[in-house]
């Protein structure tokens, strides 16, 4: 398909039943030719780098009130790595339609324009044409991330004053962090044309050990782990501190999932997204897994990734979706080459990035959000205040003495907050790891607070 042209397209049932829509889909070039103004959706690829194809899908805001604000756009981040935003993200968290593609009660597209991205290169639509194409560290992603969204914001001239606010969970909170620090200063440069307002980090893996170390007690005090559990966990999490104060990144990494091993033996399968959700399950292959030459990252590929890539999903993404798209090359599945892209980073994946929070706090004018589910386990919440006291920040002593705000809705609890300067840190109540998943309403009074400056 030609670069910028735009073709009729029948929209799949329930998104749109008998509507036909002009969509520009801009491919990997985004070579944009005059034409309709797309206000629906868009989607298509940008060549990163050589041999390394990224995927993105725009849903535009259409029920917009007249004489309103510009409405804002949101990017999100998955996590894994590999975890598909377009799939994920998209249908089971916070896009118009879920995996039956049924509408959502709790879109964020009811508040603002929606820019999924699947990243690294190599997760869900995004692909690799040379194995040494796949990013390695943070930096890459990072880097890869701006190379895209310059391309797109030159392509997408109406979405270049919106305020746009990056918003993530998980791995995807430590790719954000880097993605943010790198674009703020590219626009200050005038390399990226867009008005970048903030980053919100959910659930994130900012710094590892932070969570490794509070598994224990954690689980301690929520009765989900006795004295001898506590005293097995908290050894093993010695070991992998340990690799980590050595600089043994890829046995750190090994070394969490025995840790993680370890934690489930003495807590009877505790869910780590969930302390009160199901037992954990490994996903049984559906052979869109690689052949992994390390048991240990297998394991935690298994573990992490790829239950978010479910059956039902992944029939859904193949089928009716890549059909709808029509861009997505033949040879490329989605969620095949995930494995992949977790393996590759296991060498960064125990490093953290809390300076990068650090400097955004301090040294850009961005809105930098913290938020938190109650009962996320593998991104705790006392591993999160543990490493926020570690930033050099100077707010923090008012931070710490600053009570909070309850968060209510219909006199009941749902969370907290507590801002200072241009820095929040959202309490999400009734929540696992996958906040907007399990407390749906209060995640988007969230975001609409976060983007109104409160």
């Given at each position: 398909m030609a670069a910028g042209r735009c073709v009729k397209v029948w929209l799949w049932p329930v998104l749109a039943v008998g509507t036909c829509l002009l969509l520009c889909r801009c491919t990997a070039e985004l070579d944009c030719k005059p034409g309709p103004k797309v206000k629906n959706q868009d989607w298509g690829y940008v060549d990163v780098r050589p041999s390394a194809h990224m995927f993105w899908w725009l849903y535009y805001r259409t029920d917009k009130p007249a004489g309103s604000e510009p409405t804002p756009l949101i990017l999100w981040l998955q996590g894994g790595p590999g975890g598909s935003s377009t799939g994920f993200g998209n249908f089971q968290e916070i896009g118009p339609l879920d995996v039956s593609q049924q509408p959502r009660n709790t879109t964020w597209l009811s508040v603002a324009?929606?820019?999924?991205?699947?990243?690294?290169?190599?997760?869900?639509?995004?692909?690799?044409?040379?194995?040494?194409?796949?990013a390695t560290n943070v930096s890459m992603?990072?880097?890869d991330l701006v190379t895209l969204l310059k391309d797109f914001f030159t392509c997408k001239t109406d979405l270049q004053k919106v305020p746009f606010y990056i918003f993530c969970e998980s791995y995807g909170g430590k790719m954000s962090a880097a993605l943010a620090q790198m674009l703020d200063k590219a626009v200050k440069q005038g390399d990226v044309k867009c008005n970048l307002k903030g980053v919100a980090l959910g659930d994130s893996w900012i710094s590892a050990m932070d969570y490794v170390n509070t598994w224990g007690p954690y689980l301690r005090a929520t009765s989900l782990l006795d004295h001898v559990g506590l005293q097995a966990v908290q050894k093993s999490a010695q070991m992998t501190q340990q690799a980590v104060d050595q600089g043994r990144w890829k046995n750190a990494t090994e070394l969490w999932s025995r840790t993680e091993d370890?934690?489930?033996?003495?807590?009877?399968?505790?869910?780590?997204?969930?302390?009160l959700g199901d037992k954990v399950k490994f996903a049984v292959s559906d052979g869109r897994a690689p052949a992994f030459?390390?048991?240990?990252?297998?394991?935690?590929?298994?573990?992490?990734?790829?239950?978010?890539?479910?059956?039902?999903?992944?029939e859904l993404m193949n089928g009716p979706i890549k059909k709808y798209l029509g861009v997505i090359p033949d040879d490329v599945t989605w969620?095949?080459?995930?494995?992949e892209v977790f393996a590759m980073m296991a060498g960064d994946f125990m490093k953290?990035?809390?300076?990068?929070?650090?400097d955004l706090i301090q040294n850009t004018d961005l809105s930098v959000v913290v938020y938190n589910g109650q009962l996320d386990l593998i991104c705790n919440t006392i591993g999160t205040e543990a490493w926020v006291h570690k930033l050099q920040w100077p707010g923090l002593s008012q931070f710490d003495t600053k009570k909070w705000t309850p968060i209510t809705s219909k006199e009941i609890t749902v969370g907290f907050v507590k801002t200072v300067k241009n820095f929040s840190f959202y309490w999400i109540l009734d929540a696992g790891h996958m906040v907007p998943a399990d407390a749906g309403e209060t995640a988007l009074r969230m975001i609409t607070m976060v983007m109104e400056g409160q």
């Amino acid at each position: 398909m030609a670069a910028g042209r735009c073709v009729k397209v029948w929209l799949w049932p329930v998104l749109a039943v008998g509507t036909c829509l002009l969509l520009c889909r801009c491919t990997a070039e985004l070579d944009c030719k005059p034409g309709p103004k797309v206000k629906n959706q868009d989607w298509g690829y940008v060549d990163v780098r050589p041999s390394a194809h990224m995927f993105w899908w725009l849903y535009y805001r259409t029920d917009k009130p007249a004489g309103s604000e510009p409405t804002p756009l949101i990017l999100w981040l998955q996590g894994g790595p590999g975890g598909s935003s377009t799939g994920f993200g998209n249908f089971q968290e916070i896009g118009p339609l879920d995996v039956s593609q049924q509408p959502r009660n709790t879109t964020w597209l009811s508040v603002a324009n929606l820019l999924f991205i699947d990243n690294p290169v190599g997760t869900g639509f995004s692909y690799v044409t040379n194995k040494n194409a796949y990013a390695t560290n943070v930096s890459m992603v990072a880097t890869d991330l701006v190379t895209l969204l310059k391309d797109f914001f030159t392509c997408k001239t109406d979405l270049q004053k919106v305020p746009f606010y990056i918003f993530c969970e998980s791995y995807g909170g430590k790719m954000s962090a880097a993605l943010a620090q790198m674009l703020d200063k590219a626009v200050k440069q005038g390399d990226v044309k867009c008005n970048l307002k903030g980053v919100a980090l959910g659930d994130s893996w900012i710094s590892a050990m932070d969570y490794v170390n509070t598994w224990g007690p954690y689980l301690r005090a929520t009765s989900l782990l006795d004295h001898v559990g506590l005293q097995a966990v908290q050894k093993s999490a010695q070991m992998t501190q340990q690799a980590v104060d050595q600089g043994r990144w890829k046995n750190a990494t090994e070394l969490w999932s025995r840790t993680e091993d370890v934690l489930e033996e003495f807590s009877n399968g505790v869910s780590f997204y969930n302390i009160l959700g199901d037992k954990v399950k490994f996903a049984v292959s559906d052979g869109r897994a690689p052949a992994f030459s390390n048991p240990s990252i297998e394991k935690l590929y298994r573990r992490h990734v790829s239950p978010l890539h479910a059956p039902s999903l992944a029939e859904l993404m193949n089928g009716p979706i890549k059909k709808y798209l029509g861009v997505i090359p033949d040879d490329v599945t989605w969620g095949a080459q995930s494995g992949e892209v977790f393996a590759m980073m296991a060498g960064d994946f125990m490093k953290p990035v809390i300076d990068i929070v650090d400097d955004l706090i301090q040294n850009t004018d961005l809105s930098v959000v913290v938020y938190n589910g109650q009962l996320d386990l593998i991104c705790n919440t006392i591993g999160t205040e543990a490493w926020v006291h570690k930033l050099q920040w100077p707010g923090l002593s008012q931070f710490d003495t600053k009570k909070w705000t309850p968060i209510t809705s219909k006199e009941i609890t749902v969370g907290f907050v507590k801002t200072v300067k241009n820095f929040s840190f959202y309490w999400i109540l009734d929540a696992g790891h996958m906040v907007p998943a399990d407390a749906g309403e209060t995640a988007l009074r969230m975001i609409t607070m976060v983007m109104e400056g409160q």
